[in-house]
């Protein structure tokens, strides 16, 4: 008898240490039974073991992994010593309201979608249909969440509806989950919260805590550990303390990084240049469309602006004679190219064949108009020409709408001046490019003139707006006492 115990004890030694699966019985109660190696100095093994009593419910349907990594999945619970895992509570299946909001943190449209969900112990998967879960059709499309390191909230702002959370992914995805009732969005956000923390958490054996080792290397009842698994201990802890160590650099390693960069920005933000010196060294240059008049006249030192006179010159040398000039509309692009160019106060020749289409000079000419922060017409004149081009005495209107004139700034003026004296070239030449008075003043009534707040009606409006354009293009004799040759 005592030879076949130690024989016993012998191959018992020899085999590896495990952790057996459970099995099932019939009868109410069943021991797990767990394996603990130990080793000694001298040669000789022992393996002994210890019981727990666990429920039917809570054993686990598919056997526990042999192999630690895998066991990142259960709760540990700690009974007498022992270590022992417990299976996640996981959701089979229900109909839950998904909307995708965000992919790898690029942001897409909310689109519910009514869909299977299934939460495993590390993962949400949603099936379009029950049916995938069990049978998936060659190209159909499964969505995982993985929901280690996930973050899970209530987010009612998001959504009118109610009861609805939103889970991010550590890649920066995001979902947002619904149901109508509220046991149900409670049951599986607590579910999903409860998955989250478990897959998130490092597992007891990559923990340099000792609250799931029994003290003093031994398990309750048994006896000293063996010297090998003593001297193994030093070890593990300082690997522990390495990656501890190595993380706590990383982070004061970001930190310094973050807190080198508000420096930097700091000190640029306080010794960045000033305005006047960027336009000095030519780094910051000053616009043309959208430059107030007066400020645009100022810095070329003219009364008229040069890009308006080189404009007007080129459609008196080449348009007066061309069909709808002033009406019909150039290519858009091409008009975006000019205004670049000038923008950037580059040598403008519109001679060269890119600006052949005299309908992108006079479109750029317009473009020029419509985008003066005040318009050429100055808003606090606008009612006052309405009010003078109402006047049924023609005498008398006249002499009101010249008084307007002459109160005007310099620029304006003179630049009213010369553009109307071109638009009465532009009407010699009616018979051929078919534009009338009327025309004229419909094309450029919006263009020179417009309210400062549109608080009334917009179509009385623009009647008066070419009404008083197409008023002083008959009278720009008398008003700007022009010579008519």
């Known amino acids: 008898m005592a030879g ?5 004890l012998q191959n018992a030694a020899k085999q590896p240490p495990l952790i057996q699966p459970p099995q099932r019985s019939t009868a109410p109660q069943e021991a797990v039974q767990m394996r603990v190696k130990s080793s000694q100095s001298s040669g000789e093994r022992l393996s002994q073991s210890k019981s727990m009593v666990l429920q039917e419910s809570d054993l686990p349907k598919k056997p526990i992994s042999r192999h630690r990594r895998n066991q990142s999945q259960h709760n540990v619970l700690v009974a007498g010593g022992l270590a022992v895992f417990e299976p996640l509570v996981e959701l089979k299946g229900e109909h839950l309201n998904v909307a995708k909001i965000s992919d790898s943190g690029k942001k897409q449209r909310k689109n519910w979608t009514f869909m299977w969900s299934v939460l495993t112990s590390d993962q949400l998967l949603f099936y379009k249909e029950r049916q995938q879960e069990t049978s998936l059709k060659p190209g159909s499309k499964t969505d995982v969440v993985q929901l280690s390191g996930a973050l899970i909230e209530w987010t009612p702002e998001k959504s009118s509806r109610k009861n609805v959370f939103q889970i991010t992914t550590n890649t920066g995805s995001e979902y947002l989950l619904q149901t109508d009732s509220c046991s149900t969005a409670s049951k599986w956000y607590d579910a999903i919260r409860k998955a989250v923390d478990s897959s998130t958490k490092l597992p007891p054996w990559r923990s340099n805590s000792t609250e799931y080792l029994p003290r003093h290397g031994s398990l309750p009842g048994y006896g000293s550990a063996s010297p090998n698994a003593k001297q193994r201990n030093p070890v593990h802890r300082r690997s522990i ?21 508000k420096n930097r920005l700091k000190k640029f933000i306080t010794r960045r240049p000033s305005m006047k010196t960027l336009k000095e060294k030519g780094l910051i240059k000053d616009r043309v469309f959208g430059c107030h008049l007066l400020t645009l006249c100022e810095r070329e030192g003219t009364t008229v602006p040069r890009f308006v006179q080189i404009c007007l010159d080129a459609v008196d040398k080449r348009g007066l004679d061309a069909d709808g000039i002033y009406r019909v509309s ?36 317009k473009m020029f108009f419509r985008e003066l922060p005040e318009p050429l017409f100055p808003f606090r004149f606008f009612q006052l020409f309405v009010e003078a081009v109402k006047i049924k005495e023609s005498k008398l209107k006249v002499q009101a709408v010249k008084k307007l004139i002459q109160e005007l700034p310099k620029p304006n003026k003179e630049t009213m001046k010369l553009l109307f004296s071109h638009l009465l070239r532009v009407l010699d030449f009616s018979r051929k490019n078919l534009m009338s008075t009327q025309g004229i ?17 917009m179509a009385v409006n623009m009647v008066y707006q070419n009404q008083i354009v197409e008023f002083i293009l008959i009278e720009s004799q008398e008003l700007f006492n022009l010579d008519r040759k």
């Open 441 to 457: 003043g419909i094309v450029f009534g919006p263009t020179l003139l417009w309210p400062e707040l549109d608080a009334g009606n």
């Open 241 to 261: 303390n390495m990656f501890s160590s190595s993380k706590l650099k990383h982070s004061t390693s970001d930190s310094a990084d973050k807190n080198g960069v």
């Open 4 to 8: 076949t115990r130690i024989t016993n």
């Open 330 to 365: 150039g290519n858009l692009a091409t008009i975006q190219k000019l205004r670049f160019i000038v923008d950037q106060e580059e040598d403008l020749d519109l001679d060269q064949s890119q600006w052949e289409d005299i309908h992108v000079v006079t479109g750029a000419l």
